[in-house]
């Protein structure tokens, strides 16, 4: 999860050399760029040969669409923490007892943690079989008609730049091999990397349950051993200090200063709590009479 991140960041920096005079005729420059594909290599952890999103992550500040676990990670912890303190400032601000609060909250951290898995295993899954249909669609033409697969290659190719005697040459020879063409054509027309399709559809699910638990858990942990006002202060005070850190880890990826994302985080957040508990009160005190 780290690995990403810090590959992220030099990717984002590879061309901060570029600016300063001092470094014009020195290897810095040079060598900065080299970090960020070792990097790079490194992150990916995988022997396939890069392509074109690869070259376009390490272009200077397009850099910014790596370390896409972690992101995923720190903002479903973030959901998880703000649906669930919200939902437990409600049921305090309506004056419940402690046990029902912590009950609640427990139950909200699952049917949140539930409902986020499944939904994300669904998009996943989803956009999987959307892309294996398309795929096999693809590979029917490609069996079915060749000679429009190939016209279709060569249209591709000259809108790419090449001559129409270049593209037809290249797409003669890739339309000879049958699993090139079909993998060329997937990628060129469809757009689609057959070797990714979005990622597993059971990983997302499973680490959208787990970052929701570790955000949802905050508030609600407190009143394991508080009640009352000292529940409601220390759930407060622990989901505050969590909404700042997340915000702080934000950073990494909108490069804003950290007291400012910390400091909108948590007013954001606590926004958000102290309107259900005002509600849960106003609530709270109609049902009393």
Same mark, same amino acid.
Request: with cysteine; proline share 2%; net charge negative.
């Given at each position: 999860?780290?690995?990403?991140?810090?590959?992220?960041?030099?990717?984002?920096?590879?061309?901060?050399?570029? *600016?300063?005079?001092?470094?014009?005729?020195?290897?810095?420059?040079?060598?900065?760029?080299?970090?960020?594909?070792?990097?790079?290599?490194?992150?990916?952890?995988?022997?396939?040969?890069?392509?074109?999103?690869? #070259?376009?992550?390490?272009?200077?500040?397009?850099?910014?669409?790596?370390?896409?676990?972690?992101?995923?990670?720190? *903002?479903?912890?973030?959901?998880?923490?703000?649906?669930?303190?919200?939902?437990?400032?409600? =049921?305090?601000?309506?004056?419940?007892?402690?046990?029902?609060?912590?009950?609640?909250? +427990?139950?909200?951290? +699952?049917?949140?943690?539930?409902?986020?898995?499944?939904?994300?295993?669904?998009?996943?899954?989803?956009?999987?079989?959307?892309?294996?249909?398309?795929?096999?669609?693809?590979?029917?033409?490609?069996?079915?008609?060749?000679?429009?697969?190939?016209?279709?290659?060569? +249209?591709?190719?000259?809108?790419?730049?090449?001559?129409?005697?270049?593209?037809?040459?290249?797409?003669?020879?890739?339309?000879?091999?049958?699993?090139?063409? *079909?993998?060329?054509?997937?990628?060129?027309?469809?757009?689609?990397?057959?070797?990714?399709? !979005? !990622?597993?559809?059971?990983?997302?699910?499973?680490?959208?349950?787990?970052?929701?638990?570790?955000?949802?858990? =905050?508030?609600?942990?407190? #009143?394991?051993?508080?009640?009352?006002?000292?529940?409601?202060?220390?759930?407060?005070?622990?989901?505050?200090?969590?909404?700042? *850190?997340?915000?702080?880890?934000?950073? =990494?990826?909108?490069?804003?200063? =950290?007291?400012?994302?910390?400091?909108?985080? +948590?007013?954001?957040?606590?926004?958000?709590?102290?309107?259900?508990?005002?509600?849960?009160?106003?609530?709270?005190?109609?049902?009393?009479?």
């Amino acid at each position: 999860m780290v690995l990403p991140t810090v590959q992220n960041l030099e990717a984002i920096d590879r061309d901060h050399y570029d *600016l300063q005079a001092e470094t014009e005729g020195t290897p810095m420059r040079a060598q900065e760029r080299s970090h960020a594909r070792v990097l790079k290599r490194l992150a990916d952890r995988t022997d396939a040969l890069w392509d074109g999103s690869v #070259f376009s992550r390490l272009e200077g500040r397009h850099g910014a669409g790596g370390g896409n676990a972690l992101r995923a990670a720190v *903002l479903g912890a973030n959901d998880g923490l703000v649906s669930n303190l919200s939902l437990v400032m409600g =049921v305090a601000g309506a004056e419940f007892s402690q046990q029902t609060v912590l009950i609640t909250g +427990l139950a909200g951290l +699952l049917a949140g943690a539930c409902s986020m898995a499944m939904g994300e295993w669904l998009s996943v899954q989803s956009s999987r079989e959307l892309y294996q249909k398309q795929i096999a669609t693809e590979a029917d033409e490609l069996a079915q008609v060749p000679e429009e697969e190939m016209e279709e290659l060569r +249209l591709i190719y000259q809108s790419k730049g090449l001559d129409h005697a270049q593209a037809k040459a290249l797409a003669e020879r890739i339309i000879t091999n049958k699993g090139a063409a *079909l993998d060329t054509l997937v990628r060129e027309e469809l757009g689609i990397n057959p070797d990714d399709l !979005g !990622g597993s559809a059971w990983i997302a699910a499973i680490s959208s349950f787990a970052v929701f638990v570790v955000g949802a858990i =905050v508030p609600v942990a407190p #009143f394991l051993v508080f009640g009352g006002a000292a529940g409601v202060l220390a759930s407060a005070a622990a989901s505050a200090a969590a909404l700042f *850190l997340i915000g702080s880890a934000i950073t =990494v990826f909108t490069g804003r200063g =950290v007291l400012f994302s910390g400091t909108r985080q +948590l007013l954001i957040g606590m926004s958000a709590a102290a309107i259900t508990y005002g509600v849960g009160t106003l609530l709270g005190t109609a049902i009393r009479g």
